[in-house]
């Protein structure tokens, strides 16, 4: 199962324990004054998903040369599709800011299915088409990549019993050179979760490896509506914001500012961050017995995402 999973370390605790001492903190830091990530700051690129542009984004498995790509209950599908079915749409949505959103959908196809390296093709609960997009290929091409700025997704997650969204940045060099490789989890979010979600900083392979994380909670339910979710890097540090608030980390009670150990390294390779939006299902909780009608299509919606300098 960490096979399957390998995206992703489970080292750190429980999201439903840190959240408890997580939403103590936001309350009692919640009349401090915080400041905007993006004053002082323009606008340097912006996908209001108004269409899909396949020049800026390229959809399938995360791009990498050290596994397939595929990480929990379902196959990512490139943009045409996968086994008669394509998740990626652009639909209207009155609550999305120009009325339009990407909408990305994780399907039950249910027979054996014939996608590419996919390692659940064969078994019946992996049997699942869902969407996953970025802004590089596994040849090592970044299609858009940034090395500091404010980052932000504005998304409406979906309520179900496997789903995880999540919005993600990774570092160019991590696709051809996997060994070390940077990935700040902005936000993962379970459908069972409304109010809860888990924010990462993973600095993987030796020497140095780095990890950092906290569950945060919500004072509002993420499957009702959009929120906005970001992240500051700066010259050597990540700052996640819900809302534009700074999160908490439950270690400390403060804000969640980290620091990323290989910023040196960043700069001397004139590397840079570039965007994953995806739509997984998790593979470490139990299969639903039975898999009722309704879950067997779920829905994930993204408004925009937007780089500010």
Not at 167 to 188: A, K, Y
Request: negative net charge; contains cysteine; proline residues 8%.
């Amino acid at each position: 199962m960490t096979r399957l999973l390998s995206r992703r370390s489970f080292a750190i605790g429980s999201l439903a324990s840190a959240g408890l001492v997580g939403g103590l903190a936001w309350r009692s830091k919640a009349a401090a004054p915080l400041e905007d990530p993006t004053s002082g700051r323009t606008v340097i690129f912006e996908d209001k998903f108004t269409a899909l542009d396949w020049s800026t984004w390229n959809a399938g498995p995360k791009p990498t040369t050290s596994d397939p790509g595929f990480y929990g209950r379902s196959a990512f599908a490139r943009d045409s599709g996968e086994e008669g079915f394509n998740p990626y749409a652009i639909v209207d949505d009155p609550n999305a800011s120009d009325g339009r959103a990407l909408e990305v959908t994780a399907k039950y196809i249910g027979r054996p299915m014939e996608v590419p390296h996919y390692y659940g093709n064969g078994f019946a609960e992996f049997q699942w088409i869902s969407g996953n997009i970025q802004t590089a290929r596994r040849d090592g091409t970044i299609l858009k990549g940034w090395r500091r700025g404010y980052f932000e997704a504005r998304m409406l997650f979906p309520r179900h019993p496997l789903s995880w969204p999540a919005f993600w940045m990774m570092n160019g060099r991590s696709v051809l050179h996997p060994q070390t490789s940077i990935e700040i989890d902005v936000v993962e979010h379970k459908g069972w979760e409304p109010t809860l979600y888990g924010a990462y900083l993973h600095e993987w392979g030796q020497p140095g490896e780095h990890h950092e994380g906290t569950g945060v909670p919500t004072p509002i339910d993420m499957t009702a509506g959009y929120c906005r979710y970001g992240v500051l890097v700066t010259d050597t540090e990540c700052t996640i914001y819900f809302e534009r608030q700074p999160i908490i980390d439950t270690k400390t009670g403060m804000p969640a500012i980290w620091t990323i150990t290989r910023s040196a390294e960043l700069d001397t390779n004139q590397d840079v961050f570039w965007p994953v939006l995806t739509l997984a299902l998790r593979s470490d909780v139990p299969y639903p017995q039975p898999l009722l009608p309704a879950d067997t299509i779920t829905h994930m919606r993204v408004d925009y995402f937007r780089v500010y300098a």
